[in-house]
């Protein structure tokens, strides 16, 4: 007689306390850490006018993508050290170090201090990111694990797209409480950590350092497959073009997107909306809109899942790639709002039938005795992608797309000298110079300078991870079709 599946709240009747407390950790942790990262972009760019820093765009991708870059690289290490001095240890220095971070940033003023400081963030979510996962994995088995994970995933969602909106309430009065709002809520997590109960581990005899040692050797064994280091490589393509939804897009969206139309529409049929998120001077600030995608995931990624979970996990990301590109693509192609949120759920879309494979994918292509070796690897193209992403966010964007940048290069076409102005100096400037309103001198530039051609090198570079990602599947496993 075939034995009944576990119902759902028996399941839940399962998990120990730990699981719930680390779950609760997970979402206000997201919680703080995005609600300040889907802001940074402009923090760093705008004009010191408003409080934010006035840096170049090449500054902030600089800080942005070499910085998050090593928090992706950090987690290999980290893990060893948590294993070795305990979770609950590691999480109380991991959480100090946020708390220390996010106080001292609104104090940081330049390139240096702020990139300095950001490193310094880096190393507390790495040292939090792993552990996390595994007190999930050692408070869930074989019957609960797949309930537990998609609880962990949802906190993660649900504490990616709250943030940014609490964010977004203190941001208008002062862009430095966005770094307090985070700290309050990291003060949170270190009261709950006072429930959280170590779960438990295989304790060694092994020296931190030769942990370390072995987590590296370990590395170089993997990468020495070809198929798994293609891949890999792969990968990072399309986590550049990803991280452009936080690098880019909300800077894009302020400089080049007028949003008084969503706001007018809004007013009439919701005015209890607009009252929210709406700003004094009647425009919507970008990040509500990048925030869009988070919403997006928390609404439609069990209907994809379901969808594309008997499809080929390749076929899938092969899927996902294209249409993630297309769609971050089309939201840099355009100055209208109501586009870009179409382009929001297309790329929303292509996220969620590719991004969640990846680490399937894998554990797939693993030796059965590797599996661990290879899943090891899989932060080191988001690391990679994310460096990418701050050279297309930094330098590339600047050239092309920057509309500070474009400004002043035509007045240095009309002669004009606007040597040591601030952004907002430059602005009211130009509207005396050329005798135009702001919504005049956005659509100069935009006509003279195509800034939207930025799409063009966003969407190929996911587009070239999907192709390569399809002659990699072609030529490199094509003796494999069966069993990936």
Same mark, same amino acid.
């Given at each position: 007689?075939?034995?009944?599946?576990?119902?759902?709240?028996?399941?839940?009747?399962?998990?120990?306390?730990?699981?719930?407390?680390?779950?609760?950790?997970?979402?206000?942790?997201?919680?703080?850490?995005?609600?300040?990262?889907?802001?940074?972009?402009?923090?760093?760019?705008?004009?010191?006018?408003?409080?934010?820093?006035?840096?170049?765009?090449?500054?902030?991708?600089?800080?942005?993508?070499?910085?998050?870059?090593?928090?992706?690289?950090?987690?290999?290490?980290?893990?060893?050290?948590?294993?070795?001095?305990?979770?609950?240890?590691?999480?109380?220095?991991?959480?100090?170090?946020?708390?220390?971070?996010?106080?001292?940033?609104?104090?940081?003023?330049?390139?240096?201090?702020?990139?300095?400081?950001?490193?310094?963030?880096?190393?507390?979510?790495?040292?939090?990111?792993?552990?996390?996962?595994?007190?999930? =994995?050692?408070?869930?088995?074989?019957?609960?694990?797949?309930?537990?994970?998609?609880?962990?995933?949802?906190?993660?969602?649900?504490?990616?797209?709250?943030?940014?909106?609490?964010?977004?309430?203190?941001?208008?009065? =002062?862009?430095?409480?966005?770094?307090?709002?985070?700290?309050?809520?990291?003060?949170?997590?270190?009261?709950?950590?006072?429930?959280?109960?170590?779960?438990?581990?295989?304790?060694?005899?092994?020296?931190?350092?030769?942990?370390?040692?072995?987590?590296?050797?370990?590395?170089?064994?993997?990468?020495?497959?070809?198929?798994?280091?293609?891949?890999?490589?792969?990968?990072?393509?399309?986590?550049?073009?990803?991280?452009?939804?936080?690098?880019?897009?909300?800077?894009?969206?302020?400089?080049?997107?007028?949003?008084?139309?969503?706001?007018?529409?809004?007013?009439?049929?919701?005015?209890?909306?607009?009252?929210?998120?709406?700003?004094?001077?009647?425009?919507?600030?970008?990040?509500?809109?990048?925030?869009?995608?988070?919403?997006?995931?928390?609404?439609?990624?069990?209907?994809?899942?379901?969808?594309?979970?008997?499809?080929?996990?390749?076929?899938?990301?092969?899927?996902?790639?294209?249409?993630?590109?297309?769609?971050?693509?089309?939201?840099?192609?355009?100055?209208?709002?109501?586009?870009?949120?179409?382009?929001?759920?297309?790329?929303?879309?292509?996220?969620?039938?590719?991004?969640?494979?990846?680490?399937?994918?894998?554990?797939?292509?693993?030796?059965?005795?590797?599996?661990?070796?290879?899943?090891?690897?899989?932060?080191?193209?988001?690391?990679?992608?994310?460096?990418?992403?701050?050279?297309?966010?930094?330098?590339?964007?600047?050239?092309?797309?920057?509309?500070?940048?474009?400004?002043?290069?035509?007045?240095?076409?009309?002669?004009?000298?606007?040597?040591?102005?601030?952004?907002?100096?430059?602005?009211?400037?130009?509207?005396?110079?050329?005798?135009?309103?702001?919504?005049?001198?956005?659509?100069?530039?935009?006509?003279?300078?195509?800034?939207?051609?930025?799409?063009?090198?966003?969407? =190929?570079?996911?587009?070239?991870?999907?192709?390569?990602?399809?002659?990699?599947?072609?030529?490199?496993?094509?003796?494999?079709?069966?069993?990936?």
């Amino acid at each position: 007689m075939k034995q009944k599946s576990p119902g759902i709240l028996s399941i839940f009747a399962r998990f120990p306390r730990t699981f719930w407390v680390a779950n609760t950790m997970e979402l206000f942790e997201r919680w703080a850490y995005y609600g300040f990262f889907m802001l940074f972009a402009n923090y760093l760019t705008l004009s010191t006018d408003v409080g934010a820093l006035g840096l170049s765009q090449a500054e902030k991708g600089t800080i942005m993508g070499v910085g998050t870059a090593i928090l992706y690289l950090l987690p290999l290490i980290t893990g060893a050290i948590a294993d070795k001095i305990g979770f609950k240890k590691t999480l109380l220095i991991a959480y100090s170090i946020y708390f220390a971070s996010f106080v001292i940033m609104p104090f940081c003023r330049s390139f240096a201090t702020v990139f300095i400081n950001y490193l310094f963030l880096a190393l507390g979510a790495a040292l939090f990111k792993p552990i996390i996962s595994a007190t999930v =994995a050692r408070t869930t088995d074989k019957e609960t694990s797949s309930i537990g994970f998609g609880i962990f995933y949802m906190m993660v969602n649900i504490g990616a797209f709250v943030g940014p909106i609490v964010a977004l309430q203190f941001s208008e009065s =002062a862009f430095q409480m966005v770094f307090y709002v985070s700290a309050a809520l990291i003060l949170v997590n270190l009261l709950v950590l006072f429930f959280y109960n170590e779960p438990e581990r295989t304790l060694t005899q092994e020296s931190l350092k030769a942990s370390i040692a072995r987590i590296f050797k370990n590395i170089f064994t993997a990468l020495s497959d070809l198929k798994l280091v293609v891949f890999l490589v792969i990968v990072a393509g399309f986590w550049s073009m990803y991280y452009q939804l936080f690098f880019t897009l909300s800077v894009f969206i302020t400089q080049w997107v007028d949003t008084t139309v969503v706001y007018q529409k809004l007013e009439v049929v919701f005015p209890w909306l607009i009252s929210k998120i709406g700003s004094p001077d009647g425009t919507i600030q970008a990040e509500y809109f990048t925030n869009m995608d988070a919403l997006f995931i928390i609404a439609f990624q069990l209907l994809v899942s379901s969808l594309v979970m008997r499809i080929r996990p390749i076929n899938s990301m092969i899927t996902g790639f294209i249409v993630a590109s297309i769609g971050m693509g089309m939201a840099l192609m355009t100055n209208n709002p109501f586009f870009l949120i179409f382009s929001l759920l297309i790329f929303g879309f292509g996220e969620m039938a590719g991004s969640p494979k990846i680490t399937e994918y894998i554990g797939r292509i693993a030796p059965k005795d590797k599996v661990a070796l290879y899943m090891g690897c899989s932060y080191l193209p988001v690391a990679l992608g994310s460096y990418l992403a701050g050279i297309v966010s930094g330098p590339v964007y600047q050239r092309m797309s920057d509309k500070v940048s474009l400004l002043r290069r035509e007045f240095l076409d009309r002669g004009i000298d606007v040597e040591g102005l601030t952004q907002s100096e430059l602005f009211t400037r130009a509207y005396t110079e050329f005798n135009l309103d702001a919504a005049g001198l956005t659509q100069l530039l935009w006509d003279k300078y195509h800034p939207s051609s930025i799409w063009y090198v966003v969407s =190929a570079i996911g587009l070239t991870a999907a192709a390569a990602l399809l002659l990699y599947d072609k030529f490199l496993l094509k003796e494999n079709h069966e069993q990936q």
